[in-house]
């Protein structure tokens, strides 16, 4: 099998982190390779199959050579760069948001439309996390019945805002468990103890960008604009896996059972579900894992043809860097 070089572009960062765990779980053929981060992290080591490999400061002049580049470095750096790993010869799987709604870029999610890769024109877009984790989910619904709507809630963990916000809610714990004033610095509030309703930038609408994002991307992944999606996002004092509360009205109805049915055969799903036993997906226990949980899955009665449902998945897995080097297995194939 042919290796590929391949470079992870924030590699120091909770995605980044994951993207050489997954490269090395799901033995991509690498042949080399390359971690690029800020100046800060040059000369830091980290591991890959056994071997410790040099982070290195990324440049324009970093990507000689190389084939594929993951980046989760942030938009600006990938607006910065990610020209110029493609002008190398390099195919980019970007998990910013900078690229996502560009008509040339593909958006792709592989389970949904894994055939859009082929349109790229160098760059290839890996949706927002909350997206991902939603359209796994209902996108299986949609095949068999056309959803016409969809009103979701997320509670989004704080390691989808980096590792200063992992390190902000460990810090604020103790602080409070030490009897001390709990202080932040990364949200606008603290977030331990606490939930707030407030993800990413405020629009004159009163919707926050990320929210925004969920409806546009929903469209581009499912090709269908006329899925109706309004979403209000959460963060909540979880460290690991984003928690999803859907309803969901279909054109013709489904009931629970065949929902349970479709989703229990549907790629990446793993339905979860049964209240009676206290059974439903939790994020503590989905944190590390890959594939995208649903349970409580039931009729809802405020809609006709209405189905309800908890979707709960790892962000930095199947909402980032999983579903970027599933990407890059299908660039390989
Ligand atoms: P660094 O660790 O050197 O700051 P997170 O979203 O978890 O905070 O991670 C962001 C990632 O983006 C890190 O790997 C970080 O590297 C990297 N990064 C931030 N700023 C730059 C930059 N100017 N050039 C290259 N990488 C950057």
């Known amino acids: 099998m042919k290796g590929y070089n391949v470079a992870v572009v924030g ?10 765990k997954v490269l090395e779980a799901r033995k991509f053929p690498v042949k080399e390779l390359k971690l690029f981060a800020s100046a800060r992290s ?16 990324l440049k324009s002049s970093s990507f000689k050579g ?23 010869g390099a195919v980019v ?23 859009d890769i082929k349109l790229h024109q160098g760059i290839i877009a890996n949706p927002n996390c909350s997206t991902i984790q939603m359209v796994v989910a209902i996108n299986p619904i949609h095949q068999v019945s056309r959803i016409k709507r969809v009103i979701v809630v997320t509670y989004q963990a704080v390691s989808g805002t980096g ?32 939930v707030i309703p407030h993800v990413d930038v405020f629009y004159d609408t009163g919707y926050t960008q990320e929210e925004m994002k969920m409806v546009h991307e929903t469209h581009k992944i499912m090709h269908d604009d006329k899925i109706q999606v309004s ?9 690991r896996a984003h928690s999803e509360a859907l309803h969901i009205e279909l054109e013709k109805k489904l009931t629970a059972s065949q929902v349970k049915d ?27 894992k890959y594939d995208v949980f649903v349970g409580r899955i039931r009729e809802d009665i405020a809609f006709p043809n209405g189905i309800a449902m908890w979707v709960v998945a790892d962000q930095l897995l199947k909402g980032a860097a999983l579903n970027a080097v599933q990407i890059a297995e299908l660039l390989s194939a």
Not at 94 to 114: G, H, K, Q, T, W
Request: glycine letters at 8%; a neutral charge; proline letters at 8%.
């Open 11 to 20: 590699a120091t960062g909770a995605v980044g982190h994951e993207m050489i």
């Open 42 to 57: 040059s000369g830091k080591k980290m591991s890959f199959c056994g071997e410790s490999l040099p982070v290195e400061e």
């Open 66 to 88: 190389i084939e594929i580049a993951l980046f989760s470095a942030g938009a600006g750096r990938s607006v910065e760069f990610a020209p110029h790993a493609v002008k190398s």
């Open 93 to 115: 799987v970007d998990n910013s948001s900078a690229f996502r709604m560009d008509a040339n870029v593909p958006l792709v999610v592989p389970e949904i439309n894994p055939q």
């Open 163 to 194: 590792m200063k916000a992992i390190q902000e809610l460990e810090r604020q714990v103790k602080e409070w468990v030490g009897g001390k004033k709990i202080t932040h610095k990364v949200y606008p509030h603290p977030i331990a103890f606490n």
């Open 231 to 239: 979403a209000t996002c959460v963060r909540v004092p979880v460290f």
């Open 262 to 288: 479709i989703l229990s055969k549907a790629p990446g799903v793993k339905v979860q579900d049964d209240p009676q036993q206290n059974l439903y997906p939790l994020a503590i226990y989905t944190a590390g």
